[in-house]
Structure formats: structure tokens, C-alpha cells
């Protein structure tokens, strides 16, 4: 049905440009009182690597975080706090990505974790989590994280085979990683990790050892990614579309068996984990903090600057932050996007200008076993979840 897959859900949307409102003050759009109850969530950016891995094109830089940093962003929180609108707002998770997060100090970590909690606030199970890497979560690091709060690690370990982690530049052996991971199994906390699959070299038994170790420590979730050969990337994908077919369907098997179950396209968990994603899938607001950072509060996006300097002058001139407003109708589809990354087909059908093309594709996607009716709603079968990005570029061309 489909020639090529889609891999990643930044590719799966069209361009949301008719959408957009128009620029405009954030801290007087956000002066106002919250409308609603619904819940909000907070990501957090540090930009900051002691390495670049091969595969990476996230917003980061090789160097140290700065002195001044974390106190950027505890400054940042306190101004945020002060705005009628987020002062009134219940935030449901916090989200510490990068770069690598624990590239900051403990120091530097508690006195932000600390700044939330006492300038926002959040819901009783509200989730905590930090991306981090092998060699920059030491033990010291992490149980003084969790005194915290903290509650959920990200590990982004890649694969615990030799060859694979000296391709993608990874530093730390997959026997350190495994035992770090076991460690923090033995704590009270979610633990995930990520697995990069379809890289050069890769053998279907290279693919089973990582996923029998992910089994072994009862992980609570991990996220799937086939290697993606992006401009930004240093590392180029050797294994084609058929490998790529066949390592997809051998882990969604093979985990199935062992008690996991999609949450996401690019995700499988035991239990409901995820919180944050979760929530923004759902259209929730998104506080963005640090430099880099992007998110929305009300419908006013917001992209913080990724250069430092300019990141600092924004904060010293909080009051003059720009952002740009989307017109109410955004949250629709953003929701319409939301839907299908977490495995079902859009609720929402008046969106569709010709309900007759949707039939159409609806009926395509069914007689190709890529999605099944499950209680008067429509869900991605396995297959329907290899081709879930592609579907959702698809659907979103019918509106």
C-alpha cells in the first residue's frame, strides 16, 4: 500500500502555517486566568554533551553546561511563575531532555527540582524524569536525584553490543550499562531506555540479545528507533527497508511475548508509563524551559534561543519574550496527530473535507491489516504501527 515508511513523527504532519494566529507578548498573553482544568507538563532543555554519539541531531553542543546555567533556569521558573495564567496551571510531568540532562551537577539539578516544586504546581503522581546516559549518571547522581523526586530514568543506551555502541560513539561498555540499569531496577522508580535498531552490522541475533536483556531486567518500557541517515547525523544507514521491515516486526513479536504492548509507534511498556508524552499527545500544555526549549502554554507557542547569550538576554528581558499564537483549531490537530502516534486512528472525523477519500483510505487500511475495529474505534495493528507515521502523514493530507 505504501512505498515508503515515514520513521519519525516530525515528518508524519504537513505544514502547520494556515494555522498560525500571528506573534505576540507572552507574558501579556499569559497574564490572563486559566479557563480549564486540564492538566499541563514542563520540559526542560540542556543542551550540553560530553560527546556527540554518530546518530544524534538533537539541539546540542560538545562542551560542559555553564556555571550560570541552572540559575538561568531557576530564574527562568520564578519569572514564568509570576504570569497569572501558569501561576493557575497544574502540571502533571516534568521532562529533562537535551543533549545529555545529568551533565549538570547534583547541585545544579536539586536547586532547579527544588525551584518547581516550590514555584509551580503539581499534581500528586506527577512524574519526574531525566534523559541520561551510562557514563553520566553515577550513583552518587541518581539516588540523589531521587531524594528529589525524581522517578523516572530515560537511559539512551542504544544497544548493549560492543561493536554496535562503538559505531553509534557511544561511551561505556553494555556490560556498565545493564548494570546501571539493574541498579536502579532495585529502587522504587520507572526505568526505561532506548534501543536503535537496523544499524549497520546489526544481525538478527545481535537484535535478540538486546531485547532479552531489556526482558531480563524487567524494564518498565523502552523506546524503538530504526537508524534514521539525517544531514546532521555522522552515521549512515547500511540496512535497507526490508531489514528495517523484519527487525520492526521481530521485536514487536518477541516483546509482546514477554508482556509488553504499544503505547506509542515508537514505544512499548508494561503498565501505563510515559506521562509526559502521554499528556502531550493529548494536546496539554507544554511549559518549555532552558535554552533550546520549545513548547505552548493557551495556544501561544514558544521557542526559547538555542545560543546562550541570547538565552540569558531573554530571560533578563523577560517581559519582551515574543511567541506566536495558533488559532483554537491547532489543538485539534494536534490531538489528530496525538491519536495516532498512540496506535488508533483519529476520533475526531469532521475534520476530513471529503469524508468520501477518508472511506476510501479507511477501507485501503483495513484490507492491508494495518488497522482493526476494536469497541466502534479504530486501532493499528502491528503492521498498521510499522507504517504509523506514513498513515498519519496520509490522513493528515485528507484535512
Known sequence: MFKERIKTHHSAMGD??????????ISELLSVSKDDTENAV???????????????????SLQAPTKEYADLIVQEIREYSKLEYVKNTVFDAVYFGGGTPTTLSSAD???????????????EEAEFTVETTVTQLQEEKWRTLIEEGVNR?????????????????????????YELLKALKQVN????????????????EDLYEDLDKIIELGLDGFSMYSLIDMKETKISEAQGQDNDEKMFFAISEHMEKAGYRFLELTKMVKGDTYRYIMNRHAGADTLPLGAGAGGSMRGVAMMNPINLDEYKDSILNFKKRMGMEFLSSYKDIVCFKGDIQTIRLPRNTELYKDKKAYM????????????????NEYYLTQKGVYWGNTISRELYNLI
Open 16 to 25: 502547520g502555517k494556515k494555522y498560525l494566529k500571528g506573534p505576540g507578548n
Open 42 to 60: 514542563i520540559y526542560i532543555h540542556v543542551p550540553f554533551c560530553t560527546k556527540i554519539c554518530t546518530f544524534c541531531n538533537m539541539r546540542r
Open 109 to 123: 539539578l536539586t536547586k532547579i527540582l527544588r525551584t518547581l516544586k516550590a514555584e509551580l504546581t503539581f499534581t
Open 153 to 177: 530514568f530515560s537511559l539512551g543506551v542504544q544497544t548493549f553490543n560492543e561493536e554496535g555502541r562503538k559505531l553509534m560513539g557511544r561511551i561505556g561498555s553494555g556490560e556498565k550499562a
Open 189 to 204: 522508580v520507572t526505568v526505561s531506555m532506548d534501543v536503535i535498531y537496523n544499524y549497520p552490522g546489526q544481525s538478527m
Open 360 to 375: 476510501e483510505m479507511l477501507n485501503r487500511l483495513i484490507e492491508n491489516e494495518m488497522v482493526c475495529k476494536k469497541n
